[in-house]
């Protein structure tokens, strides 16, 4: 019987740099896998698990609810599971943790709980444009967008997200925003070297982060997509990726992690946004990815002016920048 881990995102590369060795994972479960490993071990889908070898299973994903139903239908009971986010639930999922207490040790179960152990009030109910697994992805965050975008109604111009990643949010914004142009900017293919080097000089990023962000491929994303035919995908590292575009938004999602990304973002996106459009700084309160904070204080320092933001409540906290 082994460990399993259900998730190949930020979460399970979290929880790998927390204590969890990789050589202690027999498997990694992804819905959609993008690779056939993930930190050294296989990844594979639910129809693939043999319960029976299944001593725990550790759920690392936002979406809880959802991996405890297919975990249960699966027959793998509420005692072999350990989760690290109860997302928007006011209530602790984990029944019993002693079993994994027993297996991962307790200080390193500890550790996990004051760390990624989060609980998320709901704040009323979903709006019917929206599924259930788009509000389990960060409730705060995608409820903001939706009313964010109600106030975009009559603001000219096109969407744009700088760090796609899965493209959970892209979603999200080519959902509420159906009749705008949404331009995906991202290398799919993670953070360029020259920057990981000098994240983790400064400690902002470990190895599970960064192979966390590699999992993710341009097909996956824009099958997500509800209104693909919006879609204009703009892979490769920004800014050369814009390959000389020139146009005016009102509404970006802002969302690379590290300073010099961030900084490139603001200097490209801040100036072209119409009266009226918003940034979403993703991460600006982030206890780990302070680098977002630096970018915004540097590009205020370089053009002398100051970022009018409102900050959220949502994960790592996203800065609203209104134009």
């Known amino acids: 019987m082994g ?23 027999t498997a990694f479960v992804d819905n959609a896998p993008t690779v056939s490993e993930f930190l050294g071990r296989p990844v594979i889908v639910p129809e693939e698990l043999d319960v029976r070898d299944v001593e725990l299973m550790v759920v690392a994903s936002r979406h809880s609810l959802s991996i405890r139903d297919r975990c249960l239908a699966l027959g793998i009971e509420s005692e072999r599971l350990l ?9 602790n999922l984990n029944e019993n943790e002693s079993l994994a207490e027993e297996l991962l040790g307790t200080e390193l179960v500890s550790r996990i709980r004051q760390r990624c152990h989060v609980i998320r009030a709901p704040m009323g109910c979903a709006d019917e444009v929206l599924e259930r697994k788009d509000l389990e992805n960060d409730y705060v965050r995608v409820k903001t967008l939706e009313m964010i975008c109600r106030r975009l109604r009559d603001i ?14 892209a979603r999200c914004i080519n959902m509420l925003l159906p009749d705008r142009t949404l331009y995906l900017f991202d290398s799919f293919a993670g953070f360029e ?4 080097r ?3 000089e400064r400690g902002t990023c470990g190895d599970g982060f960064v192979a966390a962000h590699r999992n993710t491929a341009v097909e996956q994303v ?9 879609i204009r995908v703009c892979p490769g ?10 146009e005016r938004f009102c509404l970006v999602s802002l969302d690379v992690d590290f300073e010099e990304s961030t900084y490139e973002g603001l200097k490209y996106f801040w100036p072209r946004m119409n009266p009226g459009g918003i940034i979403l700084l993703h991460d600006y309160n982030s206890p780990t990815l302070s680098g977002v904070r630096r970018a915004v204080a540097r590009y205020e320092r370089d ?5 009018p933001g409102v900050p959220l409540c949502d994960i790592n906290g996203t800065l609203v920048l209104v134009r």
């Open 303 to 307: 053009f002398g002016v100051h970022l």
């Open 83 to 91: 989760f690290l986010k109860n997302h928007y639930v006011l209530k």
């Open 222 to 230: 824009l099958s997500w997509m509800p209104h693909r035919e919006r």
């Open 156 to 169: 000219p111009g096109a969407a744009a997200e700088l760090g796609v990643y899965r493209g959970a949010f």
């Open 193 to 196: 070297d020259q920057e990981i």
């Open 237 to 246: 590292f920004f800014p050369e990726s814009l390959n000389g575009l020139e």
């Open 198 to 200: 000098k994240e983790k």
């Open 3 to 25: 460990i399993y881990v259900w998730g190949t995102g930020c979460g399970a590369g979290d929880l790998a740099e927390q204590g969890l060795a990789s050589d202690r994972i």
